[in-house]
């Protein structure tokens, strides 16, 4: 089975949970601890990256050490076709859809494309919509950020992806954003949208968790708070109500 079809299968069930886990934040060995108690409270796959520092040494190192850890599968979250390791079992080939750069549109992909295939990394494609604040990652990738009120541009912007043939939409809050997409555009766009919808940025309660999975997120990605819990009983309530 292809990662794509274990997430696809796995949200067949309902809404999944994704941890995300920056291989500059954190030393390998308490990477790999974090994936390892994510799995053990029911993550469902592991994203590795982040918008700065990402580097072929630490993200290998760091995509080693958790599949030693974990049995769980590991999707890279580029920040760019600098750092691409085999050590992922797949990499979401994403496009900024709202940055004001081709290079992130369309650029970084060319430079990625033929080292994905080389590497025999499995392409997840992926539309990727910077919401306010957007954070680091908006502004490394010259966003336009779609504003908070502004739903029918959301809306517009996943169709767009969809009839692009991009087989997964992520709306992205920003690493550390202090709101998370709000719940009435995360509905608005899974209405429209035949394809899953990926909802991240700023989740660190089991509120905010369960306000995206009931406004129809089909997948609920934290990064920020599972690095830096501690707490394992704090971690299984953010991913059970991620996940309902
Ligand atoms: C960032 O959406 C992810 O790409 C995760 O954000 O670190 O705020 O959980 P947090």
């Known amino acids: 089975m292809t990662v794509k079809e274990y997430l696809l299968e796995r949200m067949k069930k309902g809404t999944i949970h994704l941890t995300l886990l920056d291989p500059d934040k954190q030393p390998v060995e308490d990477a790999a601890n974090i994936a390892r108690k994510a799995e053990e409270a029911g993550t469902d796959a592991i994203m590795i990256g982040g918008s700065t520092d990402v580097t072929q040494d630490n993200l290998s190192a760091t995509a080693s ?5 974990c049995g769980l ?50 392409p997840i494609s992926m539309g990727y919509i910077i919401v306010e604040p957007g954070m680091k990652v908006g502004e490394v990738g010259k966003a336009r950020p779609v504003k908070r ?22 709306l992205e809050a920003g690493s550390g954003a202090d709101r998370p997409v709000p719940p009435e555009m995360i509905t608005a766009v899974k209405q429209i949208l035949s394809v899953p919808l990926i909802v991240g940025g700023g989740i660190r309660t089991p509120e905010a968790a369960e306000a995206a999975r009931i406004a129809g997120a089909d997948a609920v990605v934290t990064g920020t708070f599972v690095e830096r819990c501690s707490d394992n ?9 991620s996940k309902g």
């Open 233 to 241: 009983c704090e971690l299984m309530k953010v991913i059970k109500a």
């Open 149 to 170: 009120d502004n739903i029918k541009e959301a809306m517009a912007y996943a169709l767009a992806c969809e009839y692009l043939g991009m087989n997964f939409v992520y």
């Open 73 to 122: 599968p590991t999707i890279y979250f580029p920040s760019g076709a600098n750092a691409i390791s085999e050590k992922c079992d797949a990499i979401f080939f994403m496009s900024m859809v709202n940055s004001t750069s081709i290079d992130w549109v369309i650029g970084e992909q060319v430079k990625g494309s033929l080292i994905t295939k080389k590497l025999g990394l499995e």
């Open 65 to 69: 050490a958790i599949k030693k850890a």
